[in-house]
């Protein structure tokens, strides 16, 4: 009998609304359909039925790829991974993505996995599919890990493969239509550079793509994003890249030659804001005559002790101050991440942070933020530290299952001070408006709500006061009571539940 020459792509949910393709499994799903493979790509954001789907697709199959980053995506993983194995214990179950390039060895292990690929996925894909279709060996195949007679073998580093060596994504294989009924809007994600020459410390860019940024030529951005927008009618493109402005003579440009094309989208990047502080108004206003309308930034403290420590030395208060008016100016919407909780911050750190972000958003109601609790991540250059920071490792790959910013406890954030910054947070959250790119499906009751508890919202802020936070009470009611759209893994059921009377 042949081998089959079907492969079953499984991607997790992300535990958001805002639903799109999975990059990861369009971008090695290429070379396998141009090797004439048949390829199904089941994302469980839009597949609620997806255990089943995945058990009836493997049956005709040659193996199941899984693609995943550290924390909740684990538990689909391991749950689809085992009940596969239940279902053949001999059928092939590939992991990779980010959780498994950082940590192969541990991912290995589970009893449940054959094999890990590290890094850049398309070559390493399709190779494994070829030997497995032959039934040879897996040995020789750089960038992967699989097992040998229960012994974990993992092959050497892929070298690194600029963006323009790999082929474009199969966005032919994403169902539109379905993210679209999830998120409420149209939109995809697009990658024109890769890397980040930066090397913060809570970030784990550096250790997969070594700060070697790269870029698609300027007419390809072009080109393809057209052309994509135009054949499955999307609103908005993300940019996904890590450090967009890189090249701002480049930036500039793709503006441009979006402006010729006569693109109709919006477009959002990510850049880190010495950057974004280059650009002029007249430079914003290009970009913003192109569509581009929102730079997202990783700001992550307002400490330039903290700033330090985060090895963000490059970045300057005055200039994001300037930088935003700036934007404003040109109609482009500043939003930034922050990070609560790096070592090094304590509640005077988190003041002045907290003070920073009151004064912007009093000054410029457009700009916004959006926060997180540090959680540090494996190959992250502040990792080594894990140990001298009394940071536990989990033991396995399910370990990391609650590994997750929203709501990572850790040595030196716990109890009552961790839930008095989850209560921050919250209160962060409703003092300003911020635009999610999932469709506001409020009403304007939930809205009207958001807007009264604002004020005493922000009373609370500049006054660090967080007892009895009854307008969080009073805005997590409404919100039970209005149906909202839920992702099929929620992280924020998984949140611990706030005490009400933390001060
Ligand atoms: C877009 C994005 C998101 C989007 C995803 C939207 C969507 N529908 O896909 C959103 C906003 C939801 C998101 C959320 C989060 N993200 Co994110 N995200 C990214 C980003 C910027 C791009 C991902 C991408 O599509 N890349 C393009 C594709 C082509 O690359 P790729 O996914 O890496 O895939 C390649 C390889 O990994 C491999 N591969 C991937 N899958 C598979 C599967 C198989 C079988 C094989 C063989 C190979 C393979 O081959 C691919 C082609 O080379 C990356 C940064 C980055 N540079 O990748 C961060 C990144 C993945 N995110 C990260 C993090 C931390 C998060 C959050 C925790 C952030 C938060 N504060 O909540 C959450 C986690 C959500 C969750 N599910 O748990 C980290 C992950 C670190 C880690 N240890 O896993 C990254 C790496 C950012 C960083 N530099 O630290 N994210
Ligand atoms: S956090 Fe952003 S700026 Fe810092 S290294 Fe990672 S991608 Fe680069």
Redesign the pocket.
């Known amino acids: 009998m042949k081998p089959p020459r079907k492969i079953v ?1 499984f991607v997790p949910s ?3 609304l ?3 393709a ?4 369009l ?2 799903a290429t070379p396998l359909l141009r090797a004439g493979y048949a390829v199904r790509v089941i994302d469980a954001t839009i597949a609620p039925d997806f255990r089943k789907r995945i058990l009836d697709e493997v049956k005709d199959a040659l193996c199941l ?3 995943l ?5 684990i538990r689909d993983t391991v749950e689809v991974a085992r009940a596969v194995k239940r279902w053949n214990k001999d059928f092939p179950v ?6 498994p ?2 940590l192969p060895g541990q991912t290995l292990e589970a009893e449940y996995v054959d094999i890990i ?1 590290r ?4 070559e ?2 399709l190779e494994i599919a070829r030997r497995l279709t032959d039934g040879a060996g897996l040995e020789g195949i750089p960038g992967i890990g699989f097992k040998r007679e229960g012994q974990l073998c993992l092959t050497p580093e892929r070298p690194l493969k600029s963006l323009e060596q790999m082929p474009p994504k199969a966005y032919q294989l994403a169902d539109f239509d379905a993210y679209e009924r999830i998120c409420g809007r149209r939109w995809a ?1 697009y ?1 024109s550079s890769l890397a980040c020459p930066f090397n913060c410390s809570y ?3 550096a250790g997969v793509y070594g700060r070697k940024w790269n870029a698609l030529p300027v007419e390809q951005v072009v080109e393809e994003t057209v052309d994509l927008t135009r054949r499955y009618r999307l609103e908005l493109l993300w940019m ?1 890249d ?1 450090n967009f402005l890189v090249d701002l003579e480049r930036a500039l440009k793709i503006a441009e030659g979006l402006i010729r094309a006569g693109a109709q989208f919006q477009w959002s990047i990510q850049a880190t804001t010495n950057l974004t502080a280059r650009l002029t108004v007249s430079e914003l206003q290009l970009l913003r005559r192109s569509g581009m309308h929102q730079i997202c930034q990783g700001i992550e403290t307002a400490s330039y002790k903290v700033m330090k420590l985060m090895n963000k030395g490059f970045q300057n208060l005055d200039d994001i101050y300037q930088s935003i008016e700036r934007c404003i100016q040109a109609d482009v919407i500043p939003s930034f991440n922050i990070i609560f909780g790096h070592p090094g911050e304590g509640p005077v750190e988190r003041r002045e942070t907290v003070r920073f972000m009151m004064d912007v958003c009093r000054r410029f109601p457009k700009a916004e933020f959006w926060t ?1 609790i540090f959680t540090p ?3 992250s250059p502040i990792f080594h530290r894990s140990k001298e920071l009394g940071i536990e490792m989990p033991s396995s790959l399910e370990g990391w299952v609650d590994y ?3 709501y990572t406890t850790l040595p030196w954030l716990r109890g009552r001070e961790h839930q008095r910054v989850q209560v921050m947070r919250d209160y962060l959250r409703i003092a300003f408006d911020r635009a999610p790119i999932a469709a506001d499906r409020r009403s304007w009751l939930a809205r009207a709500v958001q807007h009264l508890t604002s004020h005493p919202a922000r009373w609370r802020l500049d006054h660090d006061v967080y007892a009895f936070p009854i307008e969080l009470w009073i805005n997590r009611k409404l919100k039970n009571i209005l149906t909202l759209p839920k992702p099929n893994v929620d992280a924020k059921l998984l949140e611990p539940a706030t005490s009400p009377s933390c001060a």
């Open positions: 792509l992300f535990s958001s805002e639903a799109t999975p990059l990861g499994l971008a090695i790829g899984i693609s980053v550290t924390g909740p995506m590939i992991l990779g993505g980010w959780h390039s950082l690929v890094g850049q996925g398309e390493s894909m994600m990658i970030c784990t860019n996904a890590d997180n991540y494996p190959g997750f910013p929203r």
